[in-house]
């Protein structure tokens, strides 16, 4: 009776597309509790440092915080200038994404739709990238902006973010930014100071924060002013509830 049980001499020796097959599947098991296991682990513990941080060429210098010692200006300046959809959409923003598809196709330089969401997922999990591995990022940060905006939500994503964001040559964060620029702790940024930040935050290593000329001074004037309206119309809400 037991021979009709026992394993066949082919299954104890799996085809190369067998064994093929096998390590890909583990691999993707692997690769999904270990994105899930640390994603829960960033939810309460702060992130110590990130491969754009290893990866810059002139160090890094970082000070993390919590949102409760980060001034609400700041959160209401990134929402502002970075993503105005922020408390209402689930991670990623279509229409802007849309838009910056629109806009590829009829240029060259290639522009983002990314939320900020989107942004913490690829600062603290993945790498910047050019080229293909452009394109390979993009389809993990799908991924990892899922995980956190389910499992970190609203508040926690805005504080990470806050803390890992390149906010100038070697400057990761804001509390690290405020202090180098302003002197002072970012629990106590003006309207001003918090729009000059967020105005750097797409092109860190160019955009002066202080003293700005050009496209940098009006865009951070114009944070500055869009931020009353986050404020007036609780489009931050989704952060302080």
Known sequence: MFRFIKP?????????????????GRS???????????????KFVPVPVTITMVADPGGFD????????????????????????????????????E?????????KRLRGGSTISQQTAKNVFLWQGTGWTRYLRKGLEVWFTVL????????????????????????????????RYFRHSATRLSRVEAARIAAALPAPKRRAV????????????AIAARSGVVRNEALDACVYE
């Open 8 to 24: 066949t001499r082919r299954s104890d020796h799996p085809s190369l597309a067998g064994r093929i097959g096998w390590f890909i």
């Open 28 to 42: 993707i098991i692997w690769f999904v509790v270990g994105s899930v296991g640390l994603t829960v682990f960033y």
């Open 62 to 97: 970082k000070d993390w915080t919590s949102l409760n010692n980060i001034d609400r200006s700041m959160v209401d300046a990134v929402i502002a200038g970075e993503d105005a959809k922020f408390c209402s959409h689930s991670g990623f923003d279509g229409e802007a994404i």
């Open 99 to 107: 838009q910056a598809m629109e806009k590829n196709s009829r240029g």
């Open 148 to 179: 956190i905006e389910n499992i970190w939500g609203k508040r926690r994503i805005m504080e990470v973010y806050l803390n890992v964001a390149e906010t100038g040559i070697g400057t990761y964060g804001v509390e690290a930014a405020s202090q």
């Open 210 to 221: 202080i003293d700005p000329a050009g496209f940098t001074r009006r865009h951070g004037n």
